[in-house]
């Protein structure tokens, strides 16, 4: 476990199922989520994507966030497509629970995943995709540091619009 001011970042458990299957189903959540899943996520298949959650010489690994004050599942954040020539790695991150929006529960998180990935993975660039309508995950990436690096334009359509994706980055100590 790896633990912020808030959050802890942990391996997901059982007991998270039902929550994560609830959570990326919210239709307001998901016009936020990187990864479009049109359709609904059925119990069985988060089941089968929680179980199936273990870490890999590949680097990819998922962790669950949870409330250090309470213990409750909130969201997760996740290490994709690590490139171990290059130190670079991609990132993401979803507060599922609307009670934790705006707290700085998702700063906290992407804080302790940074930290975790510059200083124990050895990785020195985080790269991450957002829409040009999240500004609250916008701002939330740059006071972790995060710079725009690229913008993507008319590259998602979202409720009957395209929208602009944002890359953004941060490096690890040069």
Not at 50 to 67: L, P, R, T
Not at 84 to 89: F, G, I, K, P, S
């Amino acid at each position: 476990m790896y633990y912020g001011e808030k959050v802890c970042l942990r391996a997901y458990k059982e007991e998270d199922i039902k929550l994560a299957m609830k959570l990326v189903n919210d239709r307001e959540l998901k016009k936020f989520l990187v990864t479009n899943i049109p359709f609904p996520m059925s119990l069985w298949e988060e089941e089968a994507w929680v179980k199936s959650q273990k870490g890999s010489e590949s680097g990819e690994y998922n962790f669950a966030i949870e409330d250090i004050k309470t213990c409750k599942y909130i969201g997760g954040c996740g290490i994709q497509k690590v490139n171990w020539l290059t130190r670079v790695a991609v990132v993401g991150i979803m507060i599922g629970d609307k009670d934790y929006w705006g707290k700085g529960y998702g700063t906290d998180a992407m804080k302790v995943l940074m930290k975790f990935i510059f200083e124990d993975m050895n990785i020195s660039k985080i790269r991450l995709h957002t829409f040009s309508f999240n500004e609250r995950a916008k701002k939330c990436y740059e006071k972790c540091g995060f710079e725009v690096e690229g913008v993507l334009k008319n590259e998602i359509f979202k409720e009957g619009k395209y929208y602009d994706e944002i890359i953004m980055a941060a490096f690890g100590k040069k």
